[in-house]
């Protein structure tokens, strides 16, 4: 992995800690290997530390997987009235992609995520 999608890999998972995203490990010598699990601190500091063996990428949903509902909530994050209203929508824009685990950073796309089941994340 190159160091640009490393340093994106981890600051995209370092926002998701607190919404239980389920991340795949594969055994970096063996495919054979492979298990799912929750995304807790310590895999992020082994992904920091290059002290992992294994190949870590995230179950994200592809922004094309929104439904309506999801939708019409996310449109509310657009409608800024202020400049600090506007910043603080922001935040909770991504905060609500994050705890939904879209993938807005193209994380499938690059290989770095793997879309996720319908089912995994049924909220």
Known sequence: MAKEEKELLLKDLCARLPYRVV????????????????LV?????????????????PYLRPMSSMTEGEKKEYAKFFRAFSCSMYERESVERIDWLNSHHFDYRGLIEKGLALPSPEEMYKI
């Open 23 to 38: 991340i795949n490990c594969t055994e970096e010598d063996d495919e054979r290997t492979n298990f799912n699990c929750f």
């Open 41 to 57: 601190p310590d895999i992020i500091k082994d992904i920091k530390l290059e002290t992992a063996y294994w190949i870590i990428k």
